[in-house]
């Protein structure tokens, strides 16, 4: 596709469910990160992708989140028994270069997960 | 661990006046980048800042990089309605993976 392309757009989970966040990033793209945005925040960097090799998952805030991009494309966030605090949208971006080099990162519109 | 700081938090101008908004690095920074984000929306990237003390324009913006890599400005001359956002800086340490996004400038114009 043309842009960065994420689902679900909305997301209801009781506390306590599973739930999986798909990035489908724009074609030939090398380096895909997902951020989490709170309600008025800035976005907070959760983990990044160069291929298909998780390079820094630093910012992963627990060991219920998980994040996989297999063939080095589609890239799913998952959370395990989710809490309450892990309402926010979830930004995944995509930038064409690599490790080391800058290059823009290109959005998607977000996956707005709440938990109730 | 690295920390970007903005401000102001928020800001309200009239139509026509200047806007600034001022990002700071706790750390060194290899490049900054600034994004706007519109109410609802998603950040889209602005402008990419690489070399120490480099001014850049856009038409009616103009970001610099500070001379020690630790701070940037964006400022916006007579603003109009289509300015009205949240305004990010990100930055990226020498080496690292990851791109830091400052706490963020909301920007509202009053016509």
């Known amino acids: 596709g043309a842009g960065v392309s994420q689902s679900p757009r909305y997301k209801v989970a009781k506390r306590g469910q599973d739930v999986a966040l798909r990035c489908d990033p724009i074609?030939?793209?090398?380096?895909l990160f997902w951020y989490q945005q709170a309600l008025g925040q800035g976005p907070e960097f959760l983990t990044y992708?160069?291929?298909?090799?998780?390079?820094?998952k630093s910012g992963l805030p627990s060991d219920r989140f998980f994040a996989e991009r297999p063939e080095g494309s589609v890239s799913t966030l998952k959370i395990q028994r989710t809490q309450q605090e892990d309402s926010a949208v979830y930004l995944c971006?995509?930038?064409?270069?690599?490790?080391?080099?800058?290059?823009?990162?290109?959005f998607g519109e977000g996956s707005r997960l709440t938990v109730l | 661990g690295q920390q970007v700081m903005q401000i102001p938090q928020y800001q309200h101008v009239q139509e026509g006046e200047d806007f600034t908004t001022y990002c700071n690095s706790s750390t060194t920074l290899s490049n900054i980048q600034w994004y706007k984000q519109r109410p609802g929306g998603h950040p889209v990237f602005l402008i990419q800042?690489?070399?120490?003390?480099e001014v850049k324009k856009q038409k009616r913006l103009t970001f610099q990089f500070g001379e020690a890599k630790k701070n940037s400005s964006l400022h916006i001359t007579a603003t109009q309605t289509t300015d009205v956002g949240t305004y990010f800086c990100?930055?990226?340490?020498?080496?690292?993976?990851?791109?830091?996004f400052g706490t963020g400038t909301r920007l509202t114009v009053i016509p």
């Open positions: 990100a930055g990226r340490q020498t080496g690292a993976n990851n791109l830091f």
């Open positions: 992708f160069q291929n298909e090799a998780q390079l820094d």
């Open positions: 074609s030939g793209h090398v380096s």
């Open positions: 971006a995509s930038s064409l270069v690599g490790q080391g080099l800058t290059g823009e990162l290109f």
């Open positions: 800042l690489v070399k120490s003390g």
